[in-house]
Structure formats: C-alpha cells, structure tokens
T-cell receptor
Framework: GENVEQHPSTLSVQEGDSAVIKCTYSDSASNYFPWYKQELGKGPQLIIDIRSNVGEKKDQRIAVTLNKTAKHFSLHITETQPEDSAVYFCAPPAAGNKLTFGGGTRVLVKP | DTAVSQTPKYLVTQMGNDKSIKCEQNLGHDTMYWYKQDSKKFLKIMFSYNNKELIINETVPNRFSPKSPDKAHLNLHINSLELGDSAVYFC??????????????FGEGSRLTVL
C-alpha cells in the first residue's frame, strides 16, 4: 500500500511569514496530489490539489509544488494569517481507489 | 444546507454497548466513506460504498458494520464497543471514486467516547 510521510508534524510561524509542509509518498503510480485543511472541531476540507502533468499550482496565498521523480509534493502558505492555524493533511491516492492521509501537520500562526 | 451531515455529533457510552452513527449527503455523489481519526489525528479509511455497494473494506473488526440503504446514506453500526473504539468518526462522499475526482467532502465528525 501507499506509504505517506508528512513533515514537520508541528509548525509554528509568526503572522506574515511563510509555511512549508512536505509530503513524501511511495506509490509511483500516484497521479493526484491533494492537500486538506482541518480546523478545530470540523472535518478536513480540500484546499488545493495538483495532477501529475503539472509541477506547480497556485491559488492566492497557497501553492502546491510536485516533484514526481523524488516522489514528494509540498504545500506553501505565504503571508500567513491566524486563520491559517489548523491541521494540514496530504492525501495521495493509493491502489484500490482510496486516499491515504499523511500523519498531519499542526500549524500555529502566532499574531 | 449541510452537504454531508452525520449524527450524533457526540456519543458517550459504556463498554459493551451497541451504537450507530448515521450519515447523509445531499450532493448527489455516488461514493461514500467512513474514516476513523484517533487522538493523534491519524485519519484511516474504514469503508467505502459506491452506489450502495461495498467497494473498500479495510482491516476493521467485524463489530463494525456499515449499511447503505441508498446512495445518499451510509450508516455505521458498532457492536460490543471497546475502549479503543473511542475516536472521531468522519463520514465523507465523493462524486465518483477518489482517484477520478479527487475531492472528498467530509462531515463534521462524530466523537465517540467509550467509558
């Protein structure tokens, strides 16, 4: 099955700084790379995704970059704000039509 | 209108009891899921149904039995509850299988505490 590792497990940044989370996966057949954000007391929500024919995708302050050769993809958050504080999950799909979630990264943005 | 709704939101019960969690989605999606999130936030898939048919059944004890009466509903029944069943259970749906559409829509979770 898919082996997914996410680093760091916790990340504390000052408001306005950037945050980067890296996700490493093992299944070379993976072709879809999403990031989910889970706020306190809520379910995870898709915030950005990328497919294997694209190297980078940006949506306002968030971006995802993909390195298929090295089998990792990263979430970049620029100009962080307190509402970015949450747990972030990468979830590359594994065989059998299911997403395999990373262990999560708890991001704390300090005002 | 809530897209994926699950009830109850909180459930506190004694070991050995049987309990159910219900889930409904109004997105017209074909596929529904149950995920378990433990205290360390690890999210693991338990089951997936596509149009009422079971398509994913991870290594989950037989005490857990999902039921999908129609494609908009997926319920989870748990027999003989154990302390280790304490977790947050999330229902989710997707338009087709996740490998096709990618996006999972999650409910707000049902926090189960077994005493």
């Amino acid at each position: 099955g898919e082996n997914v590792e996410q680093h760091p497990s916790t990340l504390s940044v000052q408001e306005g700084d950037s945050a980067v989370i890296k996700c490493t996966y093992s299944d070379s057949a993976s072709n879809y790379f999403p990031w989910y954000k889970q706020e306190l007391g809520k379910g995870p929500q898709l915030i950005i995704d990328i497919r294997s024919n694209v190297g980078e995708k940006k949506d306002q302050r968030i971006a995802v970059t993909l390195n298929k050769t090295a089998k990792h993809f990263s979430l970049h958050i620029t100009e962080t704000q307190p509402e970015d504080s949450a747990v972030y999950f990468c979830a590359p799909p594994a065989a059998g039509n299911k997403l395999t979630f990373g262990g999560g990264t708890r991001v704390l943005v300090k005002p | 209108d809530t897209a994926v709704s699950q009830t109850p939101k909180y459930l506190v019960t004694q070991m050995g009891n049987d309990k159910s969690i219900k889930c409904e989605q109004n997105l017209g999606h074909d596929t529904m899921y149950w995920y378990k999130q433990d205290s360390k936030k690890f999210l693991k898939i338990m089951f997936s149904y596509n149009n009422k048919e079971l398509i994913i059944n991870e290594t989950v004890p037989n005490r857990f039995s999902p039921k999908s009466p129609d494609k908009a509903h997926l319920n989870l029944h748990i027999n003989s509850l154990e302390l280790g069943d304490s977790a947050v259970y999330f229902c989710a749906s997707s338009r087709r299988g996740v490998a096709n559409t990618g996006e999972l829509f999650f409910g707000e979770g049902s926090r189960l505490t077994v005493l």
